[in-house]
T-cell receptor
Framework: AQKITQTQPGMFVQEKEAVTLDCTYD???????LFWYKQPSSGEMIFLIY??????QNATEGRYSLNFQKARKSANLVISASQLGDSAMYFC???????????????FGKGTLLTVNP | DAGVIQSPRHEVTEMGQEVTLRCKPI?????LFWYRQTMMRGLELLIY????????DSGMPEDRFSAKMPNASFSTLKIQPSEPRDSAVYFC??????????????FGPGTRLLVL
């Protein structure tokens, strides 16, 4: 089974509207971290937001929030008031202990391409 | 503060040539990672270092790939000999800690490699 699943290859949203990008994950660890990165067409990987598995509140960073549902193993990214500059590829990632020996690795999903329409 | 620095940003070479990619991590970060991104395989971790020591190189595709970190501020990823299937974007990333779930990895701008 894939560790990180992003089921939406592409999403479209109108400028100024909110959009949710889906992410589900698979781990047997109790301690793990979830991340979202943005990759614009220029290619760089930009860190957006982090959620720890023990965090009780959903993470927020400006217009970004992470809808963390631990029992469902989902970590959806919500972007409010979309802007044209939000058009990019978005990657969900998880940092967990892959071998039980404190060997934490970041595993990425395949990404969702978001297009914001004017 | 400067982020992760990678050079070159673009590299075009011919099959069989040696390619060296360079990375300078964020100052003070103890961990350095090399990733490869392709359309087919997405983002893959190749190798990572802790305090200049390679910890896990299980992602290195084959012996043609090697990575070194001679000091805390410099790392190289070398491909010798290069092949067309090595064409990809290679990212370097660094983080302050690892072993805790919350430590964020910060990525460099990437090196876009094309092997003809």
């Amino acid at each position: 089974a894939q560790k990180i699943t992003q089921t939406q290859p592409g999403m479209f949203v109108q400028e100024k509207e909110a959009v949710t990008l889906d992410c589900t994950y698979d781990t047997s660890d109790q301690s793990y971290g979830l991340f979202w990165y943005k990759q614009p067409s220029s290619g760089e990987m930009i860190f957006l937001i982090y959620q720890g598995s023990y965090d009780e509140q959903n993470a927020t960073e400006g217009r970004y929030s992470l809808n963390f549902q631990k029992a469902r193993k989902s970590a959806n990214l919500v972007i409010s008031a979309s802007q044209l500059g939000d058009s990019a590829m978005y990657f969900c990632a998880m940092n967990d202990d892959v071998s039980g020996g404190s060997n934490y690795k970041l595993t990425f999903g395949k990404g969702t391409l978001l297009t914001v329409n004017p | 503060d400067a982020g992760v620095i990678q050079s070159p940003r673009h590299e075009v070479t011919e099959m069989g040539q040696e390619v060296t990619l360079r990375c300078k991590p964020i100052s003070g970060h103890d961990y350095l990672f090399w990733y490869r991104q392709t359309m087919m395989r997405g983002l893959e971790l190749l190798i990572y270092f802790n305090n200049n020591v390679p910890i896990d190189d299980s992602g290195m595709p084959e012996d043609r790939f090697s990575a070194k970190m001679p000091n805390a501020s410099f790392s190289t990823l070398k491909i010798q000999p290069s092949e067309p299937r090595d064409s990809a974007v290679y990212f370097c990333a660094s983080s302050l800690y690892l072993g805790t779930q919350q430590e964020t990895q910060y990525f460099g701008p990437g090196t876009r490699l094309l092997v003809l």
